[in-house]
């Protein structure tokens, strides 16, 4: 039988993708000599909030997230960034592959609120690996399950993740709105000939404030 073990060994930034994406170098490792024909491999990446520290101005910008900061012994939990895919070709040892992780400024999408509210340090990562190993024995072709407890950590550089949404989105970001609210404020920048939505939302803000008792 094989033995799979994984470890994610650095993050870039792919250039050239249609959208936002991070690169996870991945080296597996097959322990026992046995030769791997291929690997078709899933991967679950989870965010480990817990497992980093926060200041005052993170514990602000995570509030929408996490709550009040009382509450964190409970809300401060693993969560769910994204669902991985490879096939990984043949190979005798180890061998190094890239995971490519479609990045979101889609603040409905709860990585994308973690990831945007911090400044600096590391994202606490983890994979839950599961798939299909194909291997060449004497008598034939053997197929086996990855085991149910491969698994990888990995620290983020913050860095890195807005790298890559800097390559993508350069000096800006982005939210969604319901088309109604969309027209609205389509109207408002039209009818005083402003030039951008940022024009238009700093406008807007402005009256608020000068609203403001």
Not at 50 to 72: C, K, M, N, S
Not at 117 to 129: E, I, K, Q, T
Request: net charge negative; with cysteine.
């Amino acid at each position: 039988m094989t033995a799979l073990s994984f470890d994610v060994i650095d993050a870039s930034v792919e250039p050239y993708a249609a959208q936002p994406t991070l690169l996870l170098r991945l080296r597996i490792s097959e322990t026992t000599g046995t030769s791997v024909h291929a690997l078709a491999l899933r991967a679950l990446l989870k965010i480990e909030p817990q497992r980093r520290r926060y200041d005052e101005a993170d514990e602000v910008r995570l509030y929408e997230l996490f709550g009040a900061t009382p509450q964190w012994g409970d809300s401060l939990r693993p969560f769910l960034w994204t669902q991985l895919g490879a096939v990984v070709p043949g190979f005798r040892g180890a061998t190094e592959i890239d995971l490519p992780v479609v990045c979101t400024y889609d603040f409905e999408v709860a990585a994308a609120k973690y990831l945007h509210a911090l400044r600096d340090g590391v994202v606490p990562l983890a994979l839950l690996f599961s798939g299909t190993v194909f291997s060449q024995s004497e008598s034939g072709l053997i197929v086996e399950p990855v085991s149910w407890n491969a698994e990888a950590s990995y620290s983020l550089p913050v860095s890195t993740w807005r790298a890559v949404m800097d390559r993508y989105f350069p000096g800006g970001a982005w939210m969604r709105v319901d088309q109604a609210t969309l027209d609205r404020l389509q109207r408002y920048k039209a009818e005083r000939a402003l030039r951008s939505w940022d024009d238009a939302l700093e406008r807007l803000f402005k009256e608020a404030e000068a609203e403001e008792p």
